[in-house]
């Protein structure tokens, strides 16, 4: 069936060093993903995307890999700051009469220490 | 910036009340969504919605539940009789079309039902 996992609940960082958030997919026909962080009693923000026809794409401060032969999917923080604290959620949607439904991750929490 | 926003942001209802959540999707936007959050999980898709038409809907989208467009600017999701498993936050997202994919989420209406 369809999921979308994330491989840990929680991490936690020191301000300054550089976070992994990964993710686990199930379905092969997957081809974009997006990953959105979500502050308490907001909604979710979008980050990054990627399609699966990359492995790598980078903003300001964040990169996603995409590993399709593993079905894997990571986000990477750059010197990671109080301000990224926040759940991360991975989303993955098909685009064979794509209808824009999202599925997502289970999220994980990201604790930034001072 | 251009976002979505939301009404109410809190809503309590007694079990077995209709309740109206409300939506302004981002101006120039032709695809909308509906998404619910149960407090500490994951986002779920509810329903996608273009061109005054149902694109897709899941399985928690059952009869008890509608999405109307009334009129150029809003786009309202509707419980006609709520029940305690309906609390939830309650996501609207637009996005410019399918292809593009990018959703935009707004703050969310927590519904409380009692």
């Known amino acids: 069936g369809e999921s979308v996992g994330l491989h840990l609940p929680t991490l936690s960082v020191q301000e300054g060093d550089n976070s992994i958030i990964n993710c686990a997919y199930s379905n092969s026909a997957s081809d974009y993903f997006i990953w959105y962080k979500q502050e308490s009693g907001k909604g979710p923000q979008f980050i990054i995307d990627i399609r699966s026809n990359m492995d790598k794409r980078q903003g300001q401060r964040v990169t996603v890999l995409l590993n399709k032969t593993v079905k894997h999917l990571s986000l990477q923080i750059a010197a990671t700051q109080p301000g990224d604290s926040a759940v991360y959620f991975c989303?993955?949607?098909?685009?064979?009469?794509?209808?824009?439904?999202?599925?997502f991750g289970q999220g994980t929490t990201l604790q930034v220490k001072p | 910036e251009p976002e979505v926003t939301q009404t109410p942001s809190h809503q309590v209802t007694q079990m077995g009340q209709e309740v109206i959540l409300r939506c302004v999707p981002i101006s120039n936007h032709l695809y909308f969504y509906w998404y619910r959050q149960i407090l500490g999980q994951k986002v779920e898709f509810l329903v996608s919605f273009y061109n005054n038409e149902i694109s897709e809907k899941s399985e928690i989208f059952d009869d008890q539940f509608s999405v109307e467009r009334p009129d150029g600017s809003n786009f309202t999701l509707k419980i006609r009789s709520t029940k305690l498993e309906d609390s939830a936050m309650y996501f609207c997202?637009?996005?410019?079309?399918?292809?593009?994919?990018?959703?935009?989420f707004g703050p969310g209406t927590r519904l409380t039902v009692l």
């Open positions: 989303a993955e949607t098909h685009g064979s009469g794509n209808t824009g439904k999202l599925i």
């Open positions: 997202a637009s996005s410019p079309d399918f292809s593009t994919d990018t959703q935009y």
